[in-house]
Antibody, heavy 122, light 111 residues
């Protein structure tokens, strides 16, 4: 069964850092692009970042560029999101999502995790 | 304000057909970028309904269909059922912004 499960969320002060992890199972991890999508309760999803299957290509939303770094360890079937210089507006549920293809570019997400809550206090 | 525009709400009676529109621009839907659709029920993660404009993942009923024309896309749901009551989101990629974009979402109410 295809599964992705996030961890690492929590409460952090404005300007602080947090590292999210996403453990994947049930599919060939290195063959799939992966992404992070965040959602504030009651609002629509917001695309944050994506990475190709090899990790060679990465993509970021303008709102997080320069502050967040997406990476992956294909030997551990794990996706990461390093979040620095956090702001109150980064408060959201962060979902890990499996891309349909290898590239991660413009991809649909065919599996989402339940998400991990990140709260940034000002 | 979302890059992709969806109506905030639509409704229909059981058995009826409803459509949800998603309007973008020449830098996203109007470009070569595909449109994807998701269904989200309260308290759960989004579920992929339609990918690459018109294809259904395995397990999605053929009551759901997608189309794309110009700078807009549509999701059609036929034979409405009570279980279809949920939020629906469109997604694409914006070549000018160089990032993925979502619509603001449409709440479907089954009367």
């Amino acid at each position: 069964e295809v599964e992705v499960e996030e961890s690492g969320g929590g409460l952090v002060q404005s300007g602080g850092s947090l590292r999210l992890s996403c453990a994947a199972s049930g599919f060939t991890f290195s063959n799939c692009g992966m992404a992070w999508v965040r959602q504030t309760p009651g609002k629509g999803p917001e695309w944050v970042s994506a990475i190709s299957g090899s990790g060679a290509s990465t993509y970021y939303a303008e709102s997080v560029k320069g502050r967040f770094t997406i990476s992956r360890d294909n030997s551990k079937n794990t996706l990461y999101l390093q979040m620095n210089s956090l702001r109150a507006e980064d408060t959201a549920i962060y979902h890990c999502a499996k891309c349909l293809t290898l590239t991660g570019y413009g991809d649909a997400f065919d599996m989402w995790g339940q998400g991990t809550m990140v709260t940034v206090s000002s | 304000q979302s890059v992709l525009t969806q109506p905030p709400s639509v409704s229909g009676a059981p058995g009826q057909r409803v459509t949800i529109s998603c309007t973008g621009s020449s830098s996203n839907i109007g470009a070569i970028n595909d449109v994807h659709w998701y269904q989200q029920r309260p308290g759960t993660a989004p579920k992929l309904l339609i990918y690459d404009n018109k294809y259904r993942p395995s397990g999605v009923p053929d009551r759901f269909s997608g189309s794309k024309s110009g700078t807009s896309a549509s999701l059609a749901i036929t034979g409405l059922q009570a279980e279809d009551e949920a939020d629906y989101y469109c997604q694409s990629y914006d070549s000018s912004l160089s990032e993925g974009v979502f619509g603001g979402g449409t709440k479907l109410t089954v009367l």
